[in-house]
């Protein structure tokens, strides 16, 4: 995240774990191994990472999965690149793959072991002397916040939730030093992948622990971060699986209100969706679809935007008109062109720019004014190197220089302000009945087995994994206030998701209410056509909990063994959605306007991707050819793949 990755395609998603993506916050680095005994209650001291940063081949990630074969591919799982398949024998691995491997594994002769989370090393002595205690197949019931993390996944040279599970196993001795220096010693299985930055307020790793102390639980738990806890351990059956074991899982999406907002009747997709409505003569059913938010943009210009246009120099307010309803990562990628290519008088130096909003289709829009133009402007307003916003002398203690903050030009100060006026007036949103009828009605159309091809990636729609079944969706009636904005809570009860399904189905159920979309839209995305659905922000996105109803039932009444029940630790639970995983989304979606960058840029993107949601349907849209078809680089964010595993799965 994070990336969503879901839980499970059971067909083909574990041939090749992913690794996780790099993230953005700030980064852990393991240390090299060391002989020292209390470095196990540190995850940092871990060795065995492969050459180049990447997983070895005996240490690979897939220690999740087990060694099941994969159904009709004529292959075990984990036979890759470099091996031969015979038809008699299976897959044979050449000999330079054979050396590689080794190599990954052992490493060049003489070389330091390197710095791992998957592998906590002690001296032999250690091991010799420790005692041996009997392990147990268990059941460890999780939570965990996952800002700062590169997803659940364990990986050998980034901080992962699973990486910090296991460095506490072996701190709290749960795990033997001669099992510490890899997971697949302890029959490792998580239930459910998220990614980078996903929440799970309820998640499940199975894998053979010590947990003759009765209080092992708190001791596990006081060698983890407060964003990561153990809500129990339940002893299980020897085989259990708690991926091969779950039955479904309920995941939650949080987003504000305003989401429900149509498009500005300005923007570009606010203007298709108007010229579609005009020439079928659909304007009396999008007026009762819009409801109160039909003329709430106009209500929002005439008291908040205007007043602010009127204080401008005509000059500056006839390129902030062309270029309000321009996406605003053009607007910050314009405005940091523009810093870096004028001097203090306000001249511009010889720039080479795009036109902000360069089109992909033919339109009669007026083009926005691009970086030329908004320098050229401020050169011609008088006085605007002396009313752009002053800068500040930052002393750098350690370079002992001094640095400026950007400066912002009359119209960059402008759009800035009037942008701002358009996030609080989303803010100020409150969502009606009548929109949370739509918004369930949209949801509605996914309760069944459906054929989701386009709703995730490199997915044809004759593949029978296409195919997955939603047992309910469901908007909560009652929103949350938090601070400003209003949030509304999504909950989706599915047997297993594909990577993205979930973002897309937000994605696409939410365009369609904001949009009037007609509702036989829906059978259209199950359909062959290659429709490009974008994917909503992964900030809201939270795993509830697996269920295991066929085990609990199995358990209790043939192996004398308790049910694996969430409920039974939910007010602990509930208090650490509160405090660890809501607060951070809504502080997050404060700071950074998530869900409002992402609507502002299929709104305003000149684009015929997302013409779908139109009255002029597929007619009007690009569709795209094949799995793997470039996309614009500007819609990387809600179109693209991330990088991520196509095997994966949603979170």
Not at 452 to 474: E, L, W
Request: charged share 30%.
């Amino acid at each position: 995240m994070a990336t969503e990755t879901d839980a499970n395609d059971r067909q083909s998603r574990d041939s090749h774990p992913a690794t996780a993506t790099p993230s953005m916050d700030t980064k852990s680095t393991p240390a090299t191994s060391t002989t020292r005994d209390s470095h196990a209650k540190n995850p940092s001291y871990r060795n065995g990472q492969g050459r180049g940063g990447r997983p070895s081949g005996a240490n690979k990630a897939n220690f999740g999965r087990g060694g099941k074969r994969d159904r009709g591919s004529g292959r075990d799982r984990g036979s890759g690149r470099g091996e031969k398949v015979d038809a008699e024998k299976g897959p044979q691995p050449d000999r330079r793959d054979r050396k590689r491997r080794r190599l990954e594994t052992e490493g060049e002769e003489g070389a330091k072991p390197r710095p791992s989370y998957m592998s906590i090393q002690f001296p032999q002595e250690e091991i010799a002397a420790e005692e041996r205690r009997p392990k147990r197949k268990v059941a460890v019931l999780i939570g965990y916040a996952g800002t700062g993390y590169h997803g659940l996944q364990m990986n050998h040279d980034l901080k992962t939730i699973e990486g910090d599970l296991f460095g506490a196993f072996v701190a709290a001795k749960a795990i033997s030093k001669a099992n510490a220096d890899d997971p697949k010693k302890s029959s490792f299985v998580r239930c459910a992948r998220t990614d980078k930055g996903v929440h799970a307020a309820g998640n499940m790793v199975s894998l053979k622990l010590i947990i003759e102390d009765p209080d092992i639980v708190q001791k596990i738990n006081e060698h983890l971060p407060p964003q990561i806890r153990i809500w129990g351990i339940q002893r299980t059956s020897n085989n259990f699986s708690c991926y091969a074991s779950c039955d479904s899982r309920w995941y939650e999406y949080l987003m504000p209100s305003y989401c429900l907002l149509p498009p500005h009747p300005e923007s570009f997709l606010g203007r298709k969706v108007s010229q579609e409505i005009k020439e079928k003569g659909l304007e009396d059913d999008y007026a009762k679809r819009m409801g109160n938010t039909h003329n709430y943009w106009d209500q929002v210009d005439k008291d908040y935007i205007q007043p602010i246009l009127d204080s401008l120099d005509p000059k500056v307010r006839d390129v902030v008109k062309q270029r309000i309803h321009t996406p605003d990562r053009d607007m910050e990628e314009a405005s940091n062109s523009t810093t870096n290519t004028t001097d203090g008088s306000g001249k511009a130096d010889d720039v080479t720019a795009k036109e902000a909003g360069s089109t992909d289709i033919p339109t009669k829009d007026t083009p926005a004014p691009g970086v030329e133009e908004i320098v050229a402007a401020d050169a011609d307003i008088p006085n605007a190197a002396a009313e752009s916003t002053s800068t500040t002398d930052v002393v750098d203690p350690e370079a002992g220089e001094e640095q400026k903050t950007k400066e912002l030009s009359p119209i960059e100060k402008a759009l800035k302000e009037v942008k701002a006026a358009y996030i609080a007036a989303k803010r100020r949103y409150r969502v009606t009945p009548d929109r949370l009828d739509q918004l369930q009605e949209a949801l509605d159309k996914y309760v069944g087995t459906r054929n989701y091809h386009n709703y995730t990636i490199q997915k044809s729609h004759g593949d029978p994994a296409a195919k997955r079944s939603i047992k309910s969706f469901v908007v909560n009636r009652e929103p949350i206030q938090i601070n400003d904005t209003q949030w509304l809570s999504l909950k989706v009860h599915g047997q297993s998701f594909m990577m993205h399904q979930i973002r897309k189905m937000v994605g696409m159920a939410v365009l369609a209410v904001r949009c009037a979309t007609p509702w036989s839209r829906f059978d259209e995305t199950y359909s062959p056509a290659r429709i490009s659905i974008p994917k909503a922000p992964s900030l809201g996105l939270l795993l509830e909990r697996p269920v295991f109803e066929n085990y609990n039932r199995r358990a209790v009444e043939n192996l004398n063994l308790g049910e694996l029940d969430y409920n039974k630790y939910e007010k602990e639970i509930q208090a650490f959605k509160e405090e660890h995983i809501y607060r951070r989304i809504f502080e997050l979606e404060e700071k950074e306007n998530s869900f409002h960058v992402f609507f502002n840029q299929i709104d305003t993107f000149k684009s015929d991707y997302f013409l779908w949601v139109t009255a002029g349907g597929l007619e009007t849209v690009k569709q795209r050819v094949g799995m793997r078809e470039s996309i614009p680089q500007e819609l990387e964010a809600e179109l693209g793949d991330e990088g991520e595993d196509a095997a994966g799965e949603e979170g």
